[in-house]
């Protein structure tokens, strides 16, 4: 077998496969069958597409596929089932019908449960994992209706930049920096608590969250569910904007960078247990963001930027996700459910 293509599973020779066929042909997936003593090899050409056999599983458990009907018929039954919906399976445990593009992310009744199955991403060398997660990057492109928390909290970043430049030094401005909880309350601003985490200082400043943010929480949406993800960020934003408040009292912060390192802590310890293609991040990816970290901690980018860097959003918000992950896992290992 030539060295250049990828082995994604053997099957016995009495095996039909017209209909995982006719599936890789209907989604354009670069394919051959080679045979191998008493067995049939299905090789890919592409690392990328090394989901699509696990996604054809799914298809067929879920019933889109029917293996009994020809597979004359299975492009029809793709079609049919192309939009997603939800559908409630009794008490609190709710899943999705997700259409085969979606198939990666896992419904929530299972991710409840602590139930997410060992797949072959487990097995896939770093190469192959990468090129899953540019595979993945590829997918919330596609995906932005399932994506509309990460939309809004990315607009709310956008608009906080435009109140910094239009009404700097206004009462709509100081509405929003940071007021500890009491403060906050009494002054009858209790959203200060939150909202520095939308403010943005500068177009590379939100241009580079909303892009974080886009490419490591819209992974974490489709994972975790709204509920959760709603949680994961309202939790990393306060941390990260109490943390610098306590190390900066008297200075004026914001960004969506803590709640990036919420992200970035919660990812790490999410994919150390959930061997899942949509939570996995590039292990170089990580370690920039973290050398940034380091970097910033040290002063040495306050020297080529205006402004410091708010270290102290950053940690706080690295410290908040791995927290959140940590329990999250937890809570999953011992059978609590979450509603989300």
Known sequence: MASDWFKIAEFPKSKDLSHLEAYLAHQQVEYKIESLGSQNVLLYKKASDINSFKM???????????????????????????????????????????????????????????????TEFAQLDTHQRDAAFSAVNMLLIKAPARLWLSILFIA???????????FLNTSLFHSLTFLPLEKAVASGQPWRILTPAFLHFGL??????????????????????????????????????????????????????????????????????????????????????????????????????????????????????VIFGLVLTQLRKTGVKSSN
Do not use: C
């Open 204 to 321: 590379l400043h939100i241009v580079f969250n909303a892009l974080w943010l886009w490419i490591l929480g819209g992974r974490l949406e489709l994972f975790l569910g709204r509920g959760l993800y709603l949680g994961l960020f309202v939790f990393t934003a306060l941390v990260s904007n109490y943390t610098q408040f306590f190390m900066e009292p008297r200075g004026i912060f914001g960004g969506l960078s803590g709640v990036v390192y919420g992200y970035l802590g919660a990812l790490l310890v999410l994919n150390r247990t959930y061997k899942s293609p949509l939570i996995y991040i590039m292990p170089s990816l990580a370690g920039m963001m973290l050398l940034f970290l380091g970097l910033g901690v040290l002063g040495i980018i306050d020297n080529f930027m205006e402004g410091k860097v708010a270290n102290g959003a950053h940690i706080g918000g690295l410290v908040a996700g």
């Open 156 to 166: 709310l970043g956008v608009a906080g930049f435009y109140v910094q430049e239009l």
């Open 56 to 118: 054809f599983l799914n298809a067929v458990n879920q019933g889109v596929i029917d293996i009994n009907a020809p597979a004359s018929e299975v492009s029809r039954a793709l079609a049919s089932a192309a939009k997603p919906s939800v559908k409630a399976s009794g008490g609190d445990a709710r899943r999705e019908t997700i259409s085969i593009d979606m198939a990666l992310a896992k419904s929530n009744a299972e991710k409840q449960a602590g139930q997410v199955e060992e």
